[in-house]
Nanobody
Framework: QVQFVESGGGLVQPGGSLRLSCAAS????????MAWFRQAPGKQREWVAS???????DYEDSVKGRFAISRDNAKNTVYLQMNSLKPEDTAIYYC????????WGQGTQVTVSS
């Protein structure tokens, strides 16, 4: 059974940092590109970042230079290090594997507020 479990969200002040984790199961993790998405209140879910099987990365423009995606194949886990957080980063963050896009985790809430 495919499963993604996100964790690490919380309340942080503008300019702060958080590290999100996503544990994957039911897939051959090391051969799959992984991605983070987010959904803010009243908005559509949007792509944030991806990491390939060769550790290549890609980012949505608004998070470039602030967020870093990485993976640990030994732990079947993908991470999202978020620095210099802004109020507009407030959202529920989800991880997924693009090749099986029907599977999503429950997400983890990130709130950036003073």
């Amino acid at each position: 059974q495919v499963q993604f479990v996100e964790s690490g969200g919380g309340l942080v002040q503008p300019g702060g940092s958080l590290r999100l984790s996503c544990a994957a199961s039911g897939i051959i993790f090391r051969i799959r590109t992984m991605a983070w998405f987010r959904q803010a209140p009243g908005k559509q879910r949007e792509w944030v970042a991806s990491v390939g099987t060769d550790d290549s990365t890609d980012y949505e423009d608004s998070v470039k230079g602030r967020f870093a995606i990485s993976r640990d194949n030994a732990k079947n886990t993908v991470y999202l290090q978020m620095n210099s957080l802004k109020p507009e980063d407030t959202a529920i963050y989800y991880c997924m594997a693009p090749y099986i896009s029907k599977y999503w985790g429950q997400g983890t809430q990130v709130t950036v507020s003073s």
